[in-house]
């Protein structure tokens, strides 16, 4: 029986290592299927990552044309807000020019009823004096029949009220 021992010994050996080789192939297999898988994932995510790198480069786009518009408008609401100001100023301004006129023609007109009033105040002096002076001579009144007093005019005043000043009266073009 020894001579069949090692050549089962030698048999079991060789079925040992031929069981193992075919564990290492299944294991191998097996590695080599993860690593294609593995592949395919790592090709996937790379594809993922190129396209998110494109999104990301346009979203860059994006946002820098959005912060230059940003600025332009920016830049315009500033100069807007500089034109309402001169509006403004050159409302007040011509709203003051306009008030001034105003009182001006005011006090012209004043100025003028003043006259007109010591100017009647004049002619009545002037008319008592040639009266008294008709008396004093005895002589007959020349403006007997031709001369007729006029009724005093006194020409309505208009009263003109300043004019308000209201931010809603601006008007921004």
């Known amino acids: 029986m020894a001579p069949s021992a090692p050549c089962t010994r030698a048999a079991a050996t060789l079925r040992m290592k031929q069981i193992a080789l075919d564990n290492?192939?299944?294991?191998?297999?097996?590695?080599?299927a993860q690593l294609a898988t593995e592949r395919r994932g790592l090709a996937t995510?790379?594809?993922?990552?190129?396209?998110?790198?494109?999104a990301l480069e346009a979203s860059h786009k994006v946002i820098a044309g959005l912060t230059e518009?940003?600025?332009?408008?920016?830049?315009?609401?500033?100069?807007?807000?500089?034109?309402?100001?001169?509006?403004?100023?050159n409302h007040m301004e011509c709203h003051q020019k306009f008030q001034a006129r105003i009182h001006e023609?005011?006090?012209?007109?004043?100025?003028?009823?003043?006259?007109?009033?010591?100017?009647?105040?004049?002619?009545?002096?002037?008319?008592?004096?040639?009266?008294?002076?008709?008396?004093?001579?005895?002589?007959?009144?020349?403006?007997?029949?031709?001369?007729?007093?006029e009724p005093e005019e006194q020409p309505e005043e208009e009263e003109i009220e300043d004019i308000p000043l209201g931010e809603e009266e601006i008007d921004d073009e």
Not at 24 to 32: P, V, W
């Open 24 to 32: 290492q192939g299944r294991t191998i297999r097996h590695l080599r």
């Open 105 to 149: 023609a005011e006090d012209s007109m004043q100025a003028q009823h003043l006259i007109i009033e010591a100017l009647v105040d004049e002619k009545d002096s002037l008319l008592q004096t040639i009266q008294g002076l008709q008396e004093a001579n005895n002589a007959s009144a020349p403006f007997d029949g031709e001369w007729e007093e």
């Open 69 to 89: 518009i940003g600025l332009n408008m920016s830049k315009k609401i500033e100069k807007m807000k500089v034109k309402k100001q001169l509006a403004e100023a």
């Open 45 to 54: 995510t790379k594809k993922e990552l190129e396209d998110t790198q494109v």
